[in-house]
């Protein structure tokens, strides 16, 4: 494949997100539609964008290279995936009636509205953001470096500034339909080259012997770090803000539940492809350097011009439209949480579209500051959700499910899981053994959390307080929809 016909693919792809932006920001009118659609998401575009978030970087290239190097542990990543999908519908799909705009006000909501809770939480759930962002311009780089001959540096800008144009403009809104054009292109594509590939190595009768060892990942010392990268995903989407945003913009608690249920069911079926994909491009070729190139090297040298080129296309779908999620996710906690904390009030409701995208391009940069160095996918989620996420979660659970947590004891949880992580990095024995932090920072999470709570004074602070305590702050950016923001394309 000529690396300027891919490039040229991807280009004109790009444009097309980007005119379908400027369309969609012309219809905007507050910077509560700009973040979050006006609450107001219907069925078929909150699953559509769940999906497309839920398939990302991880999901294709770093699933396919885990089942070229592993054999059918790269169906670990989609069933960790769909269990955390699971427990997200089951355990959190009502805060949707409560109208919160970030993580931060739903998590600071468990502990009475704390205020010390809520920045805690805000700056944890930017880092988770920033992280998840900076895998997605990893992933998606992988592409225009081994496709399209582009230096790693070079790719990832252009990754970044490929999908940012188009959040930018065009807003949440924006993410939710070019994230179900994606879902679209994505899953055709996959299917597309599990077809072939189950075909260029004979057939499905073939495709249980063709290593011999596809389930030594369940045997000896192999089995934990495995059962380590599901729960690791498991975490990651229980605690990613982005799929909150998609409880807060969902237009009804039922709409979230079916999404998420719907969203389940179609990933279980789905976490076996790139597994597929990744064992028999192993028998193909057994050589490549990199597990992570299996999915590019499928799609360059195995396939026919045309399937390669829609392959491709779906897997930068399913890295851009998550990117893309978390982008936006990130510059609502910005606003509405960090701004908050350090300025005493939110941004006025005529400069909240002009901050977000200002935002949205600082964000962009940082999560490129942050992966410029880093080449590994998996590794990467893996540490990053151990620092961040593992305790946030185990904080929220706490904090809704267990009437004795204190704003002390989801600090400490959160605060215990970081310190863990760290642990961790200056062990690498330890790290070899678990497969990574998740697990033990989990366990030192919820530790800290209940032993702090325990020991500290029981809220007393109602929910209803709390919630109007939250309402007064956010009032500010629920403004009216006589503001006209005809000149937001143009900023």
């Given at each position: ?309 829609v392959v491709l296309l779906a897997g930068l779908s399913a890295t851009m439209s998550s990117a893309s999620s978390d982008a936006i ?71 809704k499910f267990w009437p004795r947590a204190t704003w002390q004891g989801g600090i400490a949880a959160i605060s215990g899981g970081a ?73």
């Amino acid at each position: 494949m000529s690396p300027t016909l891919f490039l040229t693919v991807f280009g004109l792809y790009v444009t097309a997100m980007i005119v379908m932006s400027v369309w969609i920001a012309r219809r905007q009118r507050s910077g509560e539609d700009f973040l979050l659609g006006n609450r107001s998401i219907p069925l078929f575009l909150s699953f559509g964008t769940t999906v497309a978030t839920l398939v990302g970087t991880g999901s294709t290239i770093g699933a396919v290279g885990q089942g070229y190097g592993y054999g059918w542990r790269g169906a670990m990543y989609g069933i960790g995936g769909g269990i955390g999908m699971l427990l997200l519908a089951g355990l959190f799909s009502d805060a949707r009636r409560h109208n919160f705009m970030t993580m931060a006000e739903e998590v600071a909501f468990y502990y009475g509205a704390n205020r010390w809770m809520k920045g805690l939480v805000a700056i944890f759930i930017l880092f988770a953001s920033i992280g998840w962002l900076g895998a997605h311009i990893l992933g998606g780089s992988k592409y225009l470096a081994y496709i399209g001959l582009m230096d790693p540096w070079l790719a990832k800008l252009v990754l970044a500034s490929g999908f940012s144009v188009y959040v930018i403009i065009g807003g949440y809104v924006a993410v939710v339909w070019t994230d179900t054009i994606q879902a679209v292109v994505l899953f055709f594509g996959f299917i597309l080259m599990a077809f072939f590939a189950v075909s260029e190595v004979g057939g499905l009768s073939e495709l249980g012997s063709l290593t011999g060892t596809q389930l030594d990942f369940l045997r000896g010392d192999k089995l934990l770090p495995s059962i380590s990268l599901m729960v690791a995903i498991a975490i990651g989407v229980l605690g990613v803000p982005s799929f909150r945003q998609r409880i807060y913009s969902a237009d009804s608690v039922s709409t979230v539940r079916k999404t998420f249920y719907l969203t389940t069911v179609l990933y279980f079926l789905f976490c076996f492809v790139p597994a597929i994909i990744g064992i028999c491009a192993f028998h193909l070729n057994p050589n490549l350097e990199e597990h992570d190139h299996a999915f590019l090297y499928m799609s360059r040298d195995v396939l026919p011009l045309s399937i390669g080129l829609v392959v491709l296309l779906a897997g930068l779908s399913a890295t851009m439209s998550s990117a893309s999620s978390d982008a936006i996710a990130a510059v609502s906690v910005l606003l509405r949480d960090i701004y908050l904390m350090f300025t005493g009030k939110v941004p006025s409701p005529k400069s909240v579209i002009r901050y977000t995208r200002w935002g949205l391009v600082g964000i962009t940069g940082a999560a490129l500051a942050v992966v410029l160095p880093r080449d590994d996918i998996i590794d990467y989620i893996k540490d990053m959700i151990a620092f961040v996420l593992s305790g946030l979660v185990v904080a929220s659970i706490m904090g809704k499910f267990w009437p004795r947590a204190t704003w002390q004891g989801g600090i400490a949880a959160i605060s215990g899981g970081a310190v863990c992580t760290i642990a961790f990095k200056f062990n690498p024995a330890w790290d070899a053994f678990w497969g990574g932090a998740t697990i033990p920072s989990v366990i030192s999470a919820t530790l800290a959390g209940i032993v702090v709570s325990l020991v500290t004074p029981p809220n007393q602070i109602s929910e209803e307080e709390a919630l109007r305590l939250l309402h007064d702050e956010r009032q500010a950016m629920e403004t009216t929809q006589e503001q006209v923001v005809s000149e937001s394309v143009a900023d």
